[in-house]
């Protein structure tokens, strides 16, 4: 099969597991309760994703606040800071490194394996990666931002070990934060190497809110199989680049922007691919959203992920037999 | 003989504890038409006063409103100016922070004064000199999409007179310090000839304030020593422990006032006294101790408020030991 769909991670949230959440943090419902909500929210996201053809799954990440509070509140050595600002009146808690960072236990395990019980196609393991978490909290403990990133490097790397070992086929460990410090690039890779060394699955890994211009192809160094891009926001100049220097891993192509209410026409995603495959060879694209869908309503994601399987669908019959 | 205190601008909005959280809360209120425009910028009233009363509390000697009414470092200037359009959320510099890029769509104008008031309202409230933080034409320029003016050149000189403008209003409303950030140079060090344009024009029969240029996102080499003869009195610079800046400085005698950030504002982490009155004590052969301002490297809102305020009592700590041990 060519062109074959995925998804970045993350769905968003039935209004009634939000509603638990929230009611769980006023110690309202008990921890089964929600964990029984959340299950029945990832089932309901792995029928769909079934029901509109999807080839590797998600679990949707229904239990997750942050990606990357999530992990700390899991690990020992964090805290969790008081509130700070994004943007506008949203405010979110960064862990705060103070001790060594050890992983006690399987973090994202148990969540792997539910999901995969569910359905007879690959689901994802989904990590976040160790120079985010580490570009992402404060810390009161190392030294160096480069200690820091490379022990976070190494708990990381016994999660996806554990996922490989419950027969994750595919382990996608997101970078979101590579793009934004070119001149820690070297760091990320490094940090990467150590995650996904002698690992046999396929290594994928997510990037985005792109200056990409000032990593690629250096980017390329990344030790992953697949780097997925968010590209449908930044109008495809990127595709520019390739160009000039050839892509040369697995490319998980963003087709349709999750920061935007509008819902993408079949026509243009198709052209996204079209242009890419002109650059690209087919064998060597997968096609996915731009980022996670999270912030997107259940109605929103849904209408995005049905224009993207049609288009990729028919984007396959046009190249047919050239690609089988 | 001492080294005063000062913010570089923004304060967090919200605490932890219920009562420093109406802020969020009359968003949220307004979101949903519970609550009019004019309560919610009563609560921005509120909440800026209780944040001046803090700094002051906390003896800190020249005071800033805390930014409390700014969405981003861009959004509360740009929204007031007519020709901009406001479009996605983009990355402010290398922070996990955003901001709404301006896109300039007409020609820039604005229609009455923008920083007047605040200035007026911060002064009202407190005895020490208020400082006032506007955003440099420069920094707006570069984060901004100009779809209008045929050469990038014009647009930076449209808003380089209009933050003139602004400036010249807070000096007549009797505003004795003004701030410009400007952090886009450090990261367009090309354009430094842009750049002295741009501040010709902004500082132009600007005559009764001390005016500052702040720069933080990245190091002044290549650009020190030249930035000394921008038309202002004082530059304020990154100078937490072992940034690049120390040995930058080191090569020429700065012959401005200076704002040293001493205090990382980006890092939970409390510094050590002990260093940073070493820190302190290196300043003196930098620039003249008298007239140095201790502050820290970024906007405080990069912090939870609790730490913020633990960063404040430190600095004003230091500040307070440096005059005891008379440094010389
Ligand atoms: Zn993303």
């Not at chain 2, 001492?2 to 969020?24: C, H, N, S, W, Y």
Request: aromatic share 10%.
């Amino acid at each position: 099969m060519i062109l074959e769909t995925t998804t970045v991670g993350s769905f968003p949230k039935p209004e009634y597991l939000t509603k638990s959440r929230f009611q769980f943090s006023k110690q309202q419902i008990s921890r089964e309760e929600l964990l029984r909500l959340e299950q029945q929210a990832t089932k309901e996201w792995v029928e769909f994703q079934e029901e509109i053809g999807i080839d590797i799954l998600v679990d949707g990440e229904m239990y997750r606040g942050d990606m990357v509070t999530y992990f700390a509140e899991n690990f020992k050595g964090f805290e969790i800071s008081g509130l700070v600002r994004s943007y506008g009146n949203r405010y979110y808690r960064k862990p705060v490194a103070v001790a060594e960072i050890e992983r006690l236990n399987p973090v994202t395990v148990e969540w792997y394996q539910f999901t995969q019980a569910l359905t007879k196609k690959p689901v994802k393991g989904m990590l976040t990666g160790p120079y985010t978490i580490m570009d992402w909290s404060f810390d009161e403990f190392y030294p160096s931002r480069r200690d820091f990133c490379l022990r976070l490097a190494e708990v990381i790397r016994e999660e996806a070990r554990d996922l490989e070992a419950a027969g994750a086929q595919f382990i996608q460990i997101d970078e979101p934060a590579v793009s934004v410090r070119p001149e820690e690039l070297d760091l990320a890779i490094e940090a990467m190497g150590i995650v996904t060394n002698g690992l046999k699955a396929k290594t994928l890994t997510h990037i985005c809110y792109g200056n990409f211009e000032k990593i690629y192809p250096k980017m390329l160094e990344i030790p992953v199989d697949q780097i997925d891009l968010e590209l449908s926001n930044a109008e495809y100049d990127l595709l520019d680049l390739f160009k000039r220097h050839p892509f040369t891993r697995e490319i998980g192509l963003g087709v349709v922007d999750v920061h935007s209410h509008r819902l993408e026409s079949k026509e243009e995603v198709k052209k996204r691919i079209r242009k890419a495959a002109s650059l690209i060879p087919l064998k060597q694209i997968y096609v996915s959203p731009d980022c996670g869908l999270k912030t997107r309503s259940v109605e929103e994601a849904k209408a995005k992920l049905r224009v993207m399987m049609e288009a990729t669908l028919e984007v396959r019959e046009e190249f047919g037999s050239e690609g089988a | 003989m001492a080294m005063k205190t000062t913010l570089v601008g923004g304060f967090p909005k919200i605490g932890d504890r219920i009562e420093e959280q109406k802020l969020r809360k009359s968003f949220h209120q307004f979101d949903k038409d519970e609550l009019s425009e004019e309560a919610l910028e009563q609560v921005k009233d509120e909440v800026t006063e209780e944040v001046i009363q803090l700094e002051e509390a906390n003896g800190i000697d020249l005071l800033t409103d805390g930014l409390i009414r700014w969405e981003d470092p861009l959004r509360y200037f740009v929204s007031r100016v007519s020709g901009f359009e406001l479009s996605g959320l983009i990355r402010y510099f290398d922070t996990n922070t955003f901001y709404r890029q301006p896109v300039c769509e007409s020609r820039l104008e604005t229609i009455k004064p923008i920083f007047v008031r605040d200035f007026e309202f911060a002064r009202g409230k407190s005895s020490k000199p208020v400082r006032v933080i506007l955003p440099g034409p420069f920094t707006i320029a570069k984060l901004s999409v100009n779809h209008f003016y045929k050469e990038q050149k014009q647009f930076v000189f449209d808003l380089a007179h209009l933050i003139h403008k602004e400036a010249l209003q807070l000096e007549e409303a009797g505003c004795e310090f003004i701030q410009f950030d400007e952090p886009a140079l450090l990261s367009h060090k090309e354009d430094i000839r842009l750049f002295f344009d741009v501040y010709r024009i902004v500082t132009a029969q600007l005559s009764k304030s001390e005016k500052t240029i702040f720069f933080n996102f990245g190091n002044i080499q290549d650009i020190y020593p030249k930035i000394l003869d921008l038309p202002v009195e004082r530059l304020g610079f990154d100078l937490t422990q072992g940034h690049p800046n120390w040995e930058v400085l080191a090569k020429a005698k700065m012959t401005k006032k200076l704002m040293a950030g001493i205090i990382d504002s980006r890092n939970t982490k409390m510094e050590r006294e002990a260093d940073l009155l070493s820190l302190v004590g290196g300043l003196g052969s930098i620039a003249d101790p008298d007239e140095t301002w201790l502050t820290h490297n970024y906007s405080l809102e990069f912090l939870p408020r609790e730490n913020a305020i633990q960063k404040i009592k430190l600095l004003t700590q230091v500040a307070s030991q440096q005059k005891g041990a008379g440094v010389s």
